[in-house]
C-alpha cells in the first residue's frame, strides 16, 4: 500500500515515522517548505543564533536514509480524488491507495492586511523567517507586534535579541487574559515589560498606511498614528485547508474529519491543524493548532491505518509555553473567570514570578484543570489526577509527588500545598487566594 | 550573510578594546615601575575587573547575539586562530618552559614566570616552576569564568552551586594543598586526582615519595587506592558520574567555566559517538595494562613483561594521553571540537565511571528476574518535548538528548557529566536529573 503525506510538520512526520514502525506500507512525505522534518518551534532560536538549521531537524538527516520513507520536495498543487493521484509542481503525478493532508496552518490575515506590503510579515513559514531576517539586516530602530499571543511573544523575544525596540499592541486587558485568569495574566504582563517590550493593552490596529508599497504607519483605535517600518502581524492562525476544498473534500473552518481522521473522501485523512474535527471531544475544541495535538493525531492515525486503534482519543488537555524566561505548564481546562460551577485554589509569589493555581469542581470536589507559571509539574502524575477524576483534597494531599522540580530548587510546591491544605480545611466552598 | 554592526572582525566591541588598551598600559606600568611582589596581584586585578565589568550589551541595534553568529565560538578563523594560540602555549609549557622564563641550571626566573616567584616563596619558600605558573593561571581562569558563569545560570540552584564546588576543589585540593604540602617537605598530592585520571598513581617515584613521608605518606597511599575502589564505585552508583566531573574534577572545572561558550561545538552524530567508544575504553584499558606493568616492575624488577618495557610504555602514555591529548589538545582544541574532547574521547576515570553508570546487575529474585540499576538519569517530562534541539546543542559530550526526550524516554548515557544545562536551557521544563532507584512515572504522553 502507497501511503502519501502531504505536509512534514510534526503531525506529517509523527505518522510517517510511526507507520513506518508498524507497518510495511511505502510511504512518501511531499514539503515544499523544507526537505527534512524540522521543528516549527525552532524558528526563533534559529533566527537568534542558538541552533543551526541541522540542530533543529525532527530526526537527523541520516535517519531518513534507514527507513521506508521517501521524501519528496515539492509544491502539491492538485489533489484528484476520482483517480487517487496527486499532482505535483514540478515532479511527476503521483498516486497513492491511502492520502494525508497535513498541511497545517497559515497566517491569519486581518483585514487591514489585504494586500502584500513591504515591512509586514507573519511568523509560521521557514519563509516568514527568511524574510523577517531580510528586514530585521538592515537594523530597524524598531518594529511593531500585531497580536498578544505566543507566537507574537516569540517574535518580540528575537528582534529584542538584537536590540530592536519592539511595541506590542495586545486587544486585551492584560496579556492573554481572555486564556488565563487575571492574576496569571498580570504576572505575565510585568515579565514581559521588564524584558523591555513596549505593551500597548487594549488597542487593535485599524489602518496600515503605506507609501510606494512599503509600510510607513499604523493608526490604531485608540492611540492613532504611529510611524511604523516594521510590523509583524501574529493575530493567530488559521487551518490550511485550501487544497482539500479545491478538490471537493468538505471544509469547514477546517479539513472535516470524522472519529477516525477520515475526510468525506474515504481513502483520504486529515490531521494536525487542518484538520477539524466533527463531533468535538468532551472539553476539546474541533480545531486545535497545537503541537502536541498534531504529534498525538499523527501517531494515533499510523494505529488506526493498520487497525490498531478504533478512533482518534487524544489524552488529557495540555500544553506549555514560554514567555521570555517565564515558563507555563497546563493540564485540564482552566477557566479565565469565576463561575459557580468551578473553584480555584491560586497560590502567587509574582515578585519571583512564582503561581500555581488548581480548580475544582464546587460540588464533586473533582479536580478539572492545573496551571503553573515558573514552576515544573510531573506531567504522568497531573495527568492521572485529571483521568482519574481525583478529588481535589487527595491530590492536595499528594501534590509533591507532582513536583519536577530540579535538584536543590526552593520547595515553592510546599508552601502551596500549605497553604492549599488550610483553605481546603476551612472554606472549600469559595474560590482562594495567597499572594504571598 | 549577516552583517554584524558595532564588531569588528573578532567579534569584540569598542568597551574591549579600550579594555585591553588600559590592560596593556597596566602590565607595562606593572613590569616597570611595580616592586616585584606587586606586580601579579596588579595585572590579575586589573585583568579580572576589566572582564568582569566588560560591556556585553549595547543599546540600540546589533548583530545577532546567538554563539553560532559569534566567529570564535563559530570554528571560523578567529577561533582557528585561538585553537593555534592554546596549543603553541601548552606545547610551549610541556617542552619548552625556559621561553616563558624558567630558570635552568640554577639561574633564576625570568619574564613571566618570575612574575610568580613571590606568591611561590610564599606558599612554598622557593621559587615559581612553570606548572606553579600554569596551575596559577588554570585556577584564575576557573574562578573568574566560573563567576560568569554563575551570573549566567544564577536562578538555576544546581548550576550555582556545582560551580562554587568546582572553584573551591580547584583553588583549595589542586592549588593550594600539594603546594602548602611541598612547604612541609611532604610530596606534592591533589588528593580528589584520582587513578587512572592520575595515571602517575603508581609510578616509582610517586610510590616513593608517598612511603618516604611517613605516616601521613600511608595515609595518601590509602586514599588514593580507596578513591578508585570504594570512593569512585559508590559516589557514581548513587549519584552518577557527575559527582566527580561536574562537581569536583580539575579537567571538568575549565571545561564548565573557561570553556562553556564552546559546548555546542561537539560533534552529536552517531559516528562521532561510535568514535567516542573506540577511543575512550582502549585508553582505560591500556592505563590500566601500563600501571598493571609498572607495578610488576616494581615488585619483580624484571623490565619487561611479554616483550613490552614498562618504562617506555608509561613514558609514551605520558606523552601521548598525558600531555598532547589531555593537554595540548584537550584545552587547545575547545574553540573547534567543543570543551569536553578530553573528557569524552580520552578520560580512563570518566570511561570506569561510564561503565558503573549505565550498569545493570542482573538477579533472580524469588524465582523472578529482575536487575538493580544505578540511580542517576536524565527523566523527560511526559510527551513535552517540542523537539527544539537546545539540549542537544548544549550538550558538551556530543549526546543527542533531543532524540531521548521525543520519545518520552530517560537517558542513561555513560558519557553524560550531569552538568545538567540540558536541563537549564529547555524553553518548556522538560528534563531532569534524577536519583531513582525504581522506574519513574514518566515515558510518553
Redesign the interface.
Known amino acids: 500500500m502507497h501511503v502519501v503525506i502531504i505536509g512534514n510538520g510534526?503531525a506529517g512526520c509523527s505518522l510517517a515515522t510511526a507507520l513506518a514502525e508498524r507497518s510495511e506500507h511505502s510511504i512518501t512525505l511531499i514539503s515544499e517548505e523544507n526537505p527534512y522534518p524540522f521543528?516549527r518551534?525552532?524558528l526563533m532560536?534559529l533566527?537568534?543564533?542558538?541552533?543551526?538549521m541541522d540542530?533543529?531537524?525532527?530526526?537527523?538527516k541520516?535517519f531518513w536514509k534507514t527507513e521506508r520513507i521517501s521524501r519528496i520536495h515539492d509544491r502539491v498543487t492538485q489533489i484528484k480524488p476520482s483517480t487517487k493521484a496527486v499532482v505535483l509542481q514540478h515532479q511527476e503525478m503521483l498516486h497513492y491507495d491511502v492520502l494525508v493532508i497535513a498541511t497545517g496552518s497559515k497566517v491569519h490575515r486581518p483585514f487591514w492586511w489585504a494586500e502584500e506590503l513591504q515591512g509586514v510579515t507573519g511568523l509560521y513559514h521557514l519563509r516568514d523567517l527568511q524574510k523577517i531576517?531580510i528586514l530585521t539586516?538592515k537594523?530597524?530602530?524598531s518594529a511593531t507586534i500585531a497580536g498578544g499571543g505566543l507566537i507574537g511573544i516569540e517574535l518580540a523575544e528575537m528582534l529584542l535579541?538584537?536590540?530592536?525596540s519592539t511595541t506590542m499592541i495586545v486587544r486585551e486587558s492584560a496579556y492573554m487574559n481572555h486564556l488565563f485568569p487575571q492574576e496569571e495574566a498580570v504576572i505575565i504582563t510585568q515579565h514581559i515589560r521588564k524584558h523591555g517590550v513596549q505593551l500597548i493593552l487594549e488597542d487593535e490596529i485599524e489602518e496600515l498606511i503605506s507609501q510606494e508599497n512599503a509600510i510607513q504607519y499604523i493608526r490604531l483605535k485608540k492611540h492613532g498614528l504611529l510611524p511604523c517600518t516594521m510590523l509583524g502581524v501574529t493575530t493567530g492562525v488559521l487551518p490550511d485547508h485550501q487544497l482539500a476544498s479545491e478538490a471537493g473534500i468538505l471544509t469547514r473552518r477546517g479539513i472535516v474529519v470524522n472519529d477516525n481522521l477520515q475526510t468525506s473522501s474515504p481513502s483520504i485523512y486529515a490531521i494536525g491543524d487542518c484538520a477539524e474535527l466533527q463531533h468535538a471531544l468532551p472539553g476539546r475544541k474541533t480545531t486545535e493548532a497545537v503541537?502536541?495535538s498534531a504529534?498525538?493525531m499523527g501517531e494515533q492515525l499510523a494505529e488506526i491505518l493498520v487497525q490498531q486503534r478504533e478512533s482518534y482519543q487524544p489524552?488529557i488537555w495540555?500544553n506549555?509555553a514560554?514567555f521570555f524566561?517565564l515558563?507555563m505548564?497546563q493540564y485540564g481546562d482552566i477557566l479565565p473567570g469565576s463561575s459557580k460551577e468551578i473553584i480555584s485554589i491560586s497560590w502567587q509569589q509574582p515578585q519571583k514570578n512564582k503561581s500555581i493555581r488548581v480548580q475544582y469542581h464546587s460540588e464533586s470536589k473533582k479536580i478539572t484543570g492545573i496551571l503553573c507559571l515558573g514552576v515544573?509539574l510531573?506531567?504522568?502524575?497531573c495527568?492521572?489526577w485529571l483521568s482519574d477524576q481525583t478529588p481535589v483534597e487527595d491530590v492536595i494531599r499528594s501534590w509533591i509527588r507532582a513536583s519536577?522540580?530540579?535538584?536543590?530548587?526552593?520547595n515553592y510546591h510546599q508552601l502551596f500545598q500549605q497553604f492549599a491544605l488550610h483553605v481546603l480545611e476551612h472554606r472549600p466552598s469559595t474560590p482562594q487566594q495567597c499572594i504571598q | 550573510m549577516?552583517?554584524v554592526?558595532r564588531k569588528d572582525i573578532f567579534g569584540l566591541t569598542p568597551a574591549i578594546y579600550s579594555g585591553l588598551g588600559l590592560l596593556a598600559w597596566l602590565a607595562l606600568a606593572a613590569q616597570f615601575w611595580l616592586p616585584l611582589p606587586f606586580r601579579l596581584p596588579v595585572v590579575v586585578a586589573s585583568l579580572s575587573y576589566l572582564y568582569l565589568h566588560r560591556k556585553t550589551?549595547?543599546?540600540?541595534?546589533?548583530?545577532?547575539?546567538?554563539?553560532?553568529?559569534?566567529p570564535l565560538f563559530s570554528r571560523r578563523w578567529q577561533a582557528w586562530g585561538l585553537a593555534v594560540l592554546l596549543t603553541s602555549l601548552y606545547s610551549i609549557l610541556y617542552w619548552r618552559p625556559s621561553w616563558l622564563g624558567l630558570g635552568t641550571g640554577g639561574e633564576e626566573n625570568t619574564g613571566l614566570i618570575r612574575l610568580f616567584d613571590p606568591l611561590s616563596h610564599c606558599l612554598k619558600g622557593s621559587p615559581a616552576s612553570e606548572w606553579f605558573a600554569y596551575g596559577f593561571f588554570y585556577t584564575w581562569a576557573v574562578i573568574l569564568f566560573g563567576i560568569t558563569f554563575i551570573r549566567k545560570y544564577k536562578?538555576?540552584?544546581?548550576q550555582v552551586?556545582r560551580t562554587y564546588s568546582i572553584m573551591f576543589f580547584q583553588v583549595a585540593f589542586a592549588f593550594l594543598l600539594p603546594e602548602i604540602l611541598m612547604s612541609l617537605r611532604y610530596p606534592y598530592v591533589d588528593i580528589k586526582h584520582f587513578w587512572p585520571l592520575n595515571y602517575s598513581f603508581f609510578f616509582d617515584w610517586h610510590l616513593d615519595g608517598l612511603m618516604a613521608a611517613g605516616k601521613l605518606g600511608w595515609l595518601m597511599l590509602f586514599w588514593g587506592i580507596a578513591g578508585f575502589t570504594i570512593v569512585t564505585p559508590m559516589m557514581t552508583w548513587y549519584y552518577g558520574k557527575r559527582w566527580y566531573c561536574s562537581w569536583v574534577c580539575g579537567c571538568g572545572a575549565l571545561a564548565e567555566t573557561a570553556g562553556d561558550g564552546f559546548r555546542h561545538l561537539s560533534d552529536?552524530?552517531?559516528t562521532a559517538w561510535r568514535i567516542e567508544q573506540r577511543t575512550i575504553y582502549p585508553i582505560f584499558i591500556l592505563c590500566i595494562m601500563m600501571t598493571i606493568l609498572v607495578l610488576y616492575t616494581r615488585f619483580t624488577g624484571a623490565e619487561t613483561l611479554a616483550g613490552i618495557s614498562s618504562h617506555s610504555l608509561s613514558h609514551w602514555y605520558g606523552f601521548v594521553i598525558g600531555s598532547l591529548f589531555s593537554g595540548v589538545a584537550g584545552v587547545g582544541f575547545y574553540p573547534i571540537l567543543g570543551n569536553r574532547l578530553w573528557c569524552r574521547f580520552g578520560c580512563p576515570l570518566a570511561a570506569y565511571m561510564g561503565l558503573i553508570q549505565t550498569l545493570r546487575l542482573k538477579y533472580t529474585n524469588e524465582g523472578r528476574p529482575a536487575d538493580i540499576k544505578p540511580r542517576f538519569r536524565i527523566t523527560t517530562?511526559?510527551?513535552?518535548c517540542?523537539?527544539?534541539?537546545?539540549c542537544?546543542?548544549h550538550c558538551e559530550m556530543g549526546i543527542?538528548v533531543k532524540?531521548y526526550a521525543?520519545r518520552g524516554e530517560d537517558i542513561v548515557r555513560a558519557s553524560c557529566v550531569g552538568c545538567?544545562i540540558c536541563?537549564?536551557v529547555c524553553?518548556?521544563?522538560v528534563l531532569?536529573?534524577e536519583l531513582k532507584s525504581e522506574e519513574m512515572?514518566?515515558?510518553k504522553?
Not at chain 1, 533566527?47 to 543551526?52: A, D, I, Q, T
Not at chain 2, 536562578?155 to 544546581?158: F, I, K, Q, S, V
Not at chain 2, 517530562?381 to 513535552?384: A, K, R
Open positions: 510534526i521543528a518551534t525552532s532560536y533566527y537568534m543564533g542558538m541552533v543551526r540542530d533543529v531537524l525532527i530526526h537527523p541520516d531576517e539586516s537594523y530597524p530602530q535579541s538584537r536590540g530592536i503541537w502536541y504529534r498525538q489524552r495540555y506549555s514560554a524566561s515558563h505548564q515544573r510531573r506531567h504522568t502524575v495527568e492521572q519536577f522540580e530540579p535538584e536543590f530548587s526552593e | 549577516y552583517p554592526a550589551t549595547e543599546r540600540g541595534p546589533k548583530g545577532p547575539e546567538g554563539l553560532w553568529y559569534q536562578n538555576d540552584r544546581y552551586y552529536k552524530s552517531d517530562n511526559g510527551g513535552q517540542i523537539s527544539c534541539g537546545q542537544s546543542n543527542d532524540s521525543q545538567g536541563s537549564a524553553p518548556r521544563d531532569n536529573l512515572p514518566t515515558g504522553v
